[in-house]
């Protein structure tokens, strides 16, 4: 299990360098709240749910 824990850090950041300026994006088109909002179930509970995996 920690080997697959290496391959998918990587993964998660490149996810991340994804979702965040989509998540600006979002931001300045509507409103700031409603970016944040976008942000939290995009990056947070995938980031939720990495580090639970490192925790058996």
Request: proline share 9%.
């Amino acid at each position: 299990m920690g080997a697959g824990i290496l391959i998918i850090w990587p993964v998660f950041f490149f996810y991340v360098l994804l979702m965040g300026p989509f998540c600006i994006l979002i931001g300045k088109r509507t409103t700031s709240r409603m970016g944040w909002l976008m942000s939290v179930p995009l990056i947070f509970v995938p980031f939720a749910m990495l580090v639970r995996l490192m925790f058996p």
